[in-house]
C-alpha cells in the first residue's frame, strides 16, 4: 500500500502538508493540475459522524440527547478520523479537470 500520495503524471512524491485539500493545487514538480476526489472527504466526515453516533450510543445515550450528542461528539471524532485516515489512506490524487472545475462552481 502506497503511504505517500503521487502525482499521477509525473510520479513525484507529494507529502500530504503541501496538497490543498479544497484544491486544486499543482504538483510542484511538473506543474500539472492536481486534486483531492472531493469523495475522500466526504467519506471521512461520514465516518466521523458515524464514530460519534456509535460512541453516544454506546455511552447510554438516547432520543434528542443522542442527536445533539452525535454532532457535537463529530468534530473530535473529526480529529480522530483525519490523523487516522492521514496515516493509513492517504488521498489518491487525480488530475484536476474542467469537469471537476465545474462540479466546485456550483457550490
Ligand atoms: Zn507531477
Redesign the pocket.
Known sequence: MEMIPH?P????LIEVPKIDFPGPFR??????W?SVPRTYSAAGAGAALAISCIGCYLFGLRGVLLLGAMFLGWFPASAIVIIVSLLFFPPRLRVHTDEAQSILKLR
Do not use: N
Open positions: 502525482c503524471e509525473c510520479g513525484e504538483c510542484p514538480a511538473c506543474a500539472t492536481l
